[in-house]
């Protein structure tokens, strides 16, 4: 009887230490996070999980995988819109898109010259990380096209392009593999018509392989880089790539 009591006294001692291990290191692994430095708004560790992911990610993106496509007659006519950073002040009327070739040479495009162009249109399922989505139709440029019609394909060698709106108040780093996707636009029309200010007009990007964050809306400016450019929503924590 004693032997008893005393081996579930032993076991339960045990189990105590055990628990009180568990939540010590629980404790210490929580505290040894927050200790870590940050990059792009996440704690370091957490960020490494982040690349990981993308690095997976990329592998999808050049073995040609297309997001999926819908009929035109499938693309809401009311489409939603989300976010207005960097389009608070009234467009300059003399706006053309700025491309950064090299540092003190950049050339100025209007939207006539855009518009000629060959024209892609897409329908698609458009992405928000706040948890919507909705199947839309845009037409433009292919950025493919587009760099090889303005000559940039040494910049097309280069690891990222970045863009900002006129204002640089809203701004997105692109990895090239996704910048050069297929399916990426320069894009001008939305369901056949110019693109509504409060959508992006003059020119916007769809990168429909990525979540909404990355469409910039109203581009003012690219450029490329071999340097990670800022991103707006990355340096409040979200992921850089924003991959599907
Ligand atoms: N300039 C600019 N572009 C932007 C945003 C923004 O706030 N400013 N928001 C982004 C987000 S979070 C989403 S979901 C999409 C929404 O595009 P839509 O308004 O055409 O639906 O635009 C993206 N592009
Ligand atoms: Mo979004």
Redesign the pocket.
């Known amino acids: 009887m004693n032997n008893i009591n005393t081996y579930i006294r032993n076991k339960s001692i045990i189990a105590f230490l055990i628990f009180g291990l568990g939540i010590t290191s629980a404790i210490f692994a929580w505290k040894w996070l927050h200790s870590q430095p940050k990059i792009d708004g996440a704690y370091a560790p957490l960020r490494k999980t982040l690349e990981l992911n993308e690095s997976i990610f990329k592998r999808l993106v050049s073995q040609g995988h297309l997001v999926k496509t819908y009929p035109v007659s499938a693309a809401d006519k009311k489409?939603?819109?989300?976010?207005?950073?960097?389009?608070q002040s009234p467009l300059d009327p003399n706006w053309k898109l700025q491309v950064v070739k090299a540092v003190g040479d950049t050339i100025f495009i209007t939207l006539d010259d855009i518009k000629k162009l060959p024209k892609t249109d897409i329908v698609f399922d458009f992405k928000?990380v706040e948890g919507w989505s909705q199947v839309t139709h845009w037409g433009g440029v292919k950025m493919t096209d587009f760099l090889k019609h303005y000559g940039l394909e040494e910049q097309s060698k280069m690891s990222w392009v970045g863009m900002n709106?006129p204002d640089k108040k809203?701004y997105v780093g692109l990895d090239m593999p996704s910048a050069l996707h297929p399916q990426t636009l320069l894009c001008y029309e939305m369901n056949g018509l110019p693109l509504p200010v409060?959508?992006?007009y003059p020119l916007r990007l769809i990168i429909p392989v990525k979540y909404?964050?990355k469409?910039?809306?109203?581009i003012g400016t690219i450029f490329f880089s071999n340097q990670r450019p800022p991103d707006f929503w990355a340096e409040k924590g979200y992921d850089y790539f924003a991959g599907l």
Not at 79 to 87: E, M, Q, S, W
Not at 215 to 218: I, T
């Open positions: 489409v939603r819109y989300n976010g207005a950073d960097g389009l928000c709106t809203y409060n959508q992006g909404g964050i469409h910039l809306k109203r």
